[in-house]
């Protein structure tokens, strides 16, 4: 029996949690899919009329992420507590918890963008890189009110964080986590960036652009 399946498992179902798809349709009754970008994610919530659950959504799938990580770790110690097993079980969950949240089995396979889920498993992979690039989202919406492109931007900036601030012994798949996870959450922004490069992109507090 190998550990690793449970805690991809595990991750992989806490990361499957659409919260912002359950608390839109628990509070409002609606189907946050069929509003603004279509996304699940707090931002669309916020852009939907419903901030205060905008930033639960935040909240929880952020916790979701970070909660994977550390549950990836608690599994392992069970198993192999050497810091290779630990990092080893940490970068699979963060990696596991991603896809369930990108990919959730319970809307279809078709979930969210990964920001504050990604946010969350770095709160618990690379602490510091994590806030600062909070720190760099906050800058960019703003500075240009575009949540997207401070997403891209966060994202961007995790590996420059993490390799560049001090930090203890990293396994490599932790170091290679730091870079597949923004790109991932990069490349799920595509129709963002057409969207930015067309100059339609919603942009908070300005025009509401079509295609948002
Ligand atoms: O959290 C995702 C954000 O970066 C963009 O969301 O709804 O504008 O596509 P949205």
Redesign the pocket.
């Known amino acids: 029996f190998t550990p690793y399946l449970l805690i991809a498992a595990t991750a992989y179902l806490l990361g499957s949690i659409p919260f912002g798809y359950i608390l839109v349709r628990m509070f409002r009754k609606e189907d946050i899919r069929e509003k603004?970008?279509g996304?699940i994610?707090?931002?669309?919530v916020v852009?939907s009329g419903a901030k205060g659950l905008g930033a639960l959504t935040f909240l929880l799938d952020a916790l979701k992420g970070y909660v994977a990580v550390v549950a990836g770790r608690w599994i392992m110690m069970r198993f192999d507590a050497t810091s290779t097993g630990l990092g080893h079980a940490a970068a699979l969950a963060a990696l596991c918890a991603l896809i369930g949240h990108i990919w959730t089995v319970w809307l279809g396979f078709k979930g969210?963008?990964g920001?504050?889920t990604a946010f969350g498993l770095f709160v618990a992979l690379a602490p510091w890189a994590a806030w600062l690039s909070l720190a760099t989202f906050i800058l960019v919406v703003a500075v240009t009110r575009y949540?997207?492109l401070?997403?891209i931007a966060g994202a961007f900036f995790i590996p420059v964080y993490a390799l560049l601030l001090p930090h203890g012994q990293r396994s490599p798949w932790v170091l290679a986590m730091l870079f597949v996870i923004p790109a991932v959450v990069i490349l799920k922004?595509h129709q963002?960036i057409a969207r930015l490069l067309h100059g339609t992109e919603?942009r908070f507090g300005g025009s509401k652009a079509s295609g948002?």
């Open positions: 603004g970008s996304n994610g707090a931002t669309n852009r969210g963008k920001v504050a949540v997207s401070a997403s922004h963002n919603y948002a």
